[in-house]
């Protein structure tokens, strides 16, 4: 692949207070590729996210989108930067006491100008790209854990982002679940053009989606590049072999 990089991570260091996380965190993401973050639970992954997305400072290093250094950005620069990401967090990350329809109409309601007609269509539209249609009305108390994510990654694309970060879609779901949701991240990839980046621990998906990534260690505090993780699980670092095969190499 020869696609320019999207994004460009260059000598990133996260810490809190004097607790370094991780440092040394060089990666690029070329434009309609998956990159997947994975690693163990309390490598940094989730923190190397919050870098990603304008939640926490990083102690050191750059994050830049399309050759803009996000964190040396002007506030309304870095404000327009961040309504080019959709950011699906965790659990879909709902508010219960509004409707799917009301969930994905806060951005839309927050950032731009449309009446409510308009707002309605395209919420209507998410929806159904996800698999919801018909849905507008539930709350998310009404819905199964792989429809709250689908959900949540229906308000995460409200803005029509070129890029979405993806935080453990898998997390709490049922294997045959997980790998729909897995399909329909391709799909949405695929129809348009967006750049997925997925934090994750979860092996089928890394594996049946991921077609570039680095591997936070805890051990050392720094990454591991991988490349596609179906290559690293065969000839890749041997702390990812390891992961990737839950050790039983």
């Known amino acids: 692949?020869?696609?320019?990089?999207?994004?460009?991570?260059?000598?990133?260091?996260?810490?809190?207070?004097?607790?370094?996380?991780?440092?040394?965190?060089?990666?690029?993401?070329?434009?309609?590729?998956?990159?997947?973050?994975?690693?163990?639970?309390?490598?940094?992954?989730?923190?190397?996210?919050?870098?990603?997305?304008?939640?926490?400072?990083?102690?050191?290093?750059?994050?830049?989108?399309?050759?803009?250094?996000?964190?040396?950005?002007?506030?309304?620069?870095?404000?327009?930067?961040?309504?080019?990401?959709?950011?699906?967090?965790?659990?879909?990350?709902?508010?219960?006491?509004?409707?799917?329809?009301?969930?994905?109409?806060?951005?839309?309601?927050?950032?731009?100008?449309?009446?409510?007609?308009?707002?309605?269509?395209?919420?209507?539209?998410?929806?159904?790209?996800?698999?919801?249609?018909g849905f507008e009305d539930f709350y998310p108390s009404e819905l199964s854990g792989g429809m709250k994510k689908r959900a949540g990654l229906a308000r995460a694309m409200a803005l029509d982002p070129d890029i979405l970060i993806i935080d453990e879609p898998s997390s709490g779901l049922d294997p045959l679940t997980a790998r729909r949701l897995d399909d329909l991240i391709l799909e949405l990839r695929d129809s348009l053009g967006t750049t997925v980046i997925v934090i994750s621990h979860d092996l089928a998906s890394i594996l049946a989606i991921g077609s570039d990534s680095i591997y936070l260690d805890a051990d050392t505090r720094t990454m591991i590049a991988t490349g596609n993780p179906r290559e690293a699980l065969r000839s890749g670092d041997p702390r990812v072999r390891h992961f990737l095969t839950r050790g039983s190499e």
């Open 1 to 133: 692949m020869n696609q320019p990089s999207h994004i460009a991570v260059s000598n990133l260091s996260m810490a809190y207070g004097d607790f370094v996380v991780q440092s040394g965190i060089d990666f690029r993401v070329r434009q309609g590729e998956v990159f997947i973050i994975m690693g163990g639970n309390g490598c940094g992954k989730t923190t190397l996210m919050r870098a990603l997305i304008g939640l926490q400072r990083p102690a050191a290093g750059t994050v830049c989108y399309d050759g803009e250094d996000f964190w040396r950005a002007a506030d309304e620069d870095r404000e327009r930067l961040k309504r080019r990401l959709g950011i699906m967090f965790q659990g879909g990350a709902l508010w219960s006491s509004l409707t799917l329809a009301e969930n994905v109409a806060l951005p839309l309601a927050e950032y731009t100008d449309f009446p409510p007609a308009r707002i309605a269509e395209i919420v209507s539209f998410k929806l159904a790209l996800v698999g919801l249609a």
